[in-house]
């Protein structure tokens, strides 16, 4: 309920926000000029819509598996889906070797869940469950659908900003100078709103994270299973497959490039040094207090999955749940 509600809080605020620009452009231009900025944002929205999962899966190089080719993968995904009460989603293998997991689609009757040959070679069975569990939870939470949607909300913010000012420097307007305030306004929102869409993205992961372990995946399953592909992640950090992943990491269970910045902070919980988080580890972390250093506060606000440390923290909070 703390999870849905921040997310409930954050999508009514963010529209709050829309609501109002508009509300206030329509004031000042005219009533025609607002709604067309919101007929053009979510126009290109709902074509992203059609066409977004076409292209992630062209650009994660995802092959569609049959049961007879990956039956313990179908099974699992099929056990995963019947508990959390949704259609069982297709399930792919990407061809990258980055080792992550990720999932998309429009709806949930149109759900894909897709693992990396990365992923397969260094997860156990439990591991490998807890990551499924956690991306058959995006499906159920229909979280991939509501960031699609609160995303417009900064793109429409960039376009009152450029315009309105373009449209003060040009002249075209009496009352120019006050064009270029809003203009200066609207990009200012552009950023506020722009933190906003990624905190409820960080929001989400939490929330699916939590979603696997009520899935019935122990807590320190998911941990392990984040330590391992930090650590995988760290040392592909200038890999081809990387590169190829940049404008889609989102997706990925992790963000691979911070990857290299999170393995020292992390492999702190790793007491014994074993490669894995066991439930006692978990549960010590459970009793400290996590710190962190400015520099990655500041980096967080501007990421879209929570920092790692902060995130298996949470993790150990769940040990009563699963």
Known sequence: MWLQSRMFLLVAALFAILYGVVTGLGAWAGVGNAYFYLVLAFGFLSIQYLIGPSIVGWTMKVRWVSENEAPELHRMVAELASKAGIPKPRVGVSGLNIPNAFAFGRTKRDGRVCVTEGILRILNRDELRAVLGHEISHIKHRDMAIITLISAIPLIMYWIAWSTILGG???????????????LGAFVLYFVTNLLVLYGSRIR????DLGSVRLGSEPHHMATAL???????ARQKDSADLKRAEGVRAFFLNDPGRAWNEVREISQIDRNRNGVIEAAELIALRQQKVRLSGSAKMSELFTTHPNMLKRIKHLSTLIAQA
């Not at 992961?205 to 699916?208: D, F, K, V």
């Not at 330590?227 to 992640?233: A, T």
Request: no cysteine.
């Open 205 to 208: 992961e939490y929330y699916a």
């Open 169 to 183: 420097m040009g002249g075209r307007r009496q009352g120019g100078g006050s064009a270029a305030l809003i203009g």
């Open 227 to 233: 330590y391992k592909l930090v650590n995988s992640n």
